[in-house]
């Protein structure tokens, strides 16, 4: 410790608060002092420092899509830089869901907070997990309204009036009333749900064709969607985006890799902001920065008319 106190120019005991995450350190220097280690291999003994300062140095983090790569990823890249091990359960339908929640009560013991990413917390939920007496930070994909008026705005601007969306299934048809708003057609029968897969976005081009004439673009509230719409439209001999435009509502790997246009939500950095929300708490510090926003990148999926 003494090492890593000559080298990043603090005291030992600033090292010591930084690195277990104690109040009395200002971000800048903790991060500092948290790469000085990381560069000189320093890691703190846990065992003793748990039984010290009562730290698990482990975090649970729930999430209900493992899709959302770059959000979790940034969480836990976060939490693995502060020292802390992450313990992962995937709430992926019902009964996982049903079955973390009867078993929630010994996981108290075990961790110093909660992250639940992407996962809508019902009344209940949330009062069983504020009931474990740690923080517990909620990251919610609440800014479908908001990457949708990007969307919008930017086939607008391309020329497009007549436009599909396609919601995922757990989504009410009122997003289609923001589009009208914004001065698009949107016919009853190009507003479509589909399950968050390629194949979905595959059977959402199915239900078009079937139509009279197709859409000039398509804005699509998942990636794997606008993935599945891409590739079948390229099956069926149509031109992307000579034809038909297409736009993400949610960044992925998957449409960054294939080149559609999406709205992008920082969420790797997300991921991280949520981590220092969770720490303050933890310091009993307060957390006043606000999440990134989302923003729009434009790639060859889209066109002008």
């Not at 999430?63 to 990823?73: F, H, M, N, S």
Request: hydrophobic share 45%; glycine share 10%.
């Amino acid at each position: 410790m003494s090492d890593v106190a000559r080298a990043a120019g603090v005291s030992a005991a600033t090292v010591s608060r930084a690195l277990r995450g104690e109040p009395g350190v200002s971000e800048a220097t903790r991060r500092y002092v948290t790469e000085v280690a990381k560069r000189m291999r320093y890691a703190i003994a846990r065992d003793a420092s748990s039984l010290a300062g009562g730290r698990k140095y482990a975090v649970a983090v729930l999430t209900a899509d493992v899709g959302r790569g770059d959000l979790l990823a940034g969480a836990e890249g976060a939490l693995r830089a502060a020292g802390y091990d992450v313990l992962l359960y995937v709430l992926r339908d019902a009964e996982a869901r049903a079955g973390f929640f009867e078993d929630l009560p010994p996981l108290g013991r075990r961790v110093d907070g909660v992250l639940a990413l992407s996962v809508d917390l019902t009344d209940a939920e949330r009062t069983a997990l504020d009931a474990l007496d740690v923080p517990v930070v909620a990251v919610r994909d609440d800014d479908l309204r908001e990457a949708l008026r990007l969307a919008a705005g930017h086939v607008l601007e391309l020329g497009h009036r007549e436009v599909a969306l396609v919601l995922a299934e757990d989504v009410d048809e009122s997003y289609d009333e923001l589009l009208v708003a914004e001065g698009l057609h949107v016919r009853p029968e190009w507003t479509l749900w589909s399950s968050s897969t390629v194949a979905g976005g595959e059977q959402v081009v199915d239900v078009l064709l079937d139509g009279d004439r197709l859409p000039t673009a398509v804005l699509c509230s998942s990636g794997e969607v606008a993935l599945g719409v891409f590739l079948r439209l390229r099956r069926d001999g149509r031109d992307v985006p000579a034809d038909v435009s297409i736009v993400s509502l949610d960044g992925t790997e998957l449409v960054r890799a294939v080149g559609i246009t999406a709205v992008e939500g920082a969420w790797r950095e997300r991921g991280g902001h949520a981590v220092d929300r969770l720490l303050a708490g933890l310091r009993d510090e307060p957390h006043d920065v606000p999440p990134p926003s989302v923003h729009l990148v434009v790639r060859e999926s889209t066109a002008p008319r």
